[in-house]
Nanobody, 117 residues
């Protein structure tokens, strides 16, 4: 099983990034997918989630108008489009897979996002 994130990097405040998470080794379309982030010295927090078929998404208030999660089950990939980035969005972003019926979960290794001028 692998979840491989990509697309992180350094971006100026107000800029955009698109993260990708490529999944392999499990039935991707059966899993709800999420993006979490963890900043230095802080707990890991949820930033977006999407149901297995993609029909339902959820975001915390801090990112709701700026981030968009989507998935392509044909490509076994989940995305996070991040717009209007702020310095407080700086963190390592992790991809997370969860199958509710079996409570099976997987984590990616993370990708660094740094928002700075």
């Amino acid at each position: 099983v692998q979840l491989v994130e990509s697309g992180g990097g350094l971006v100026q405040p107000g800029g955009s990034l698109r993260l990708s998470c490529a999944a392999s080794g499990f039935t991707f379309s059966s899993y709800a997918m999420s993006w979490y982030r963890q900043a230095p010295g802080k707990e890991r927090e949820l930033v977006a989630s999407i149901s297995s078929a993609g029909g339902t998404t959820n975001y915390p208030a801090s990112v709701k108008t700026r981030f968009t999660i989507s998935r392509d089950n044909a490509k076994n990939t989940v995305y996070l489009q991040m717009n209007s980035l702020k310095p407080e969005d700086t963190a390592v972003y992790y991809c997370y897979a969860r199958r509710g019926s079996t409570q099976t979960t997987y984590w990616g290794q993370g990708t660094q996002v740094t928002v700075s001028s």
